[in-house]
């Protein structure tokens, strides 16, 4: 049974840090694309940020470039999500996810596990 599970939200004050956490059971995360997408009520899940082994290349949103890193410890088997210089705009709940690319980022019908999601909440 393949499990995805988030971790690390919370609040924080604008301009903070946060690390998400994705830990995977089930799947080993070597062969996949991993995913972070967040969702604000009434709004549609966006692709923020996605990682992939056979590529170095990491791929970011615009809204979030510079200010988030995606990595991964296979030996884990854990995707992590670094957020810096938060900012109010960046409330959400954040999901990970896996796919066969980082087209996922793009197209989140093509992800095919998903985890339960973490709140992130950035308020003074």
């Known amino acids: 049974q393949v499990q995805l599970v988030e971790s690390g939200g919370g609040l924080v004050q604008p301009g903070g840090s946060l690390r998400l956490s994705c830990a995977a059971s089930g799947v080993t995360l070597d062969y996949y694309a991993i995913g972070w997408f967040r969702q604000v009520p009434g709004m549609e899940r966006e692709g923020v940020s996605c990682?992939?082994?056979?590529?170095?290349?990491?791929y970011h949103a615009a809204s979030v470039k510079g200010r988030f890193t995606i990595s991964r410890d296979n030996a884990k088997n854990t995707v992590y999500l670094q957020m810096n210089s938060l900012k109010p705009e960046d409330t959400a709940v954040y999901y990970c996810?896996?796919?066969?690319?980082?087209?996922?980022?793009?197209?989140?019908?093509?992800?095919?596990?998903w985890g339960q999601g973490t709140q992130v909440t950035v308020s003074s």
């Open positions: 996810a896996t796919g066969r690319s980082c087209t996922i980022i793009r197209d989140i019908s093509a992800a095919n596990y």
């Open positions: 990682s992939i082994d056979s590529d170095p290349i990491t």
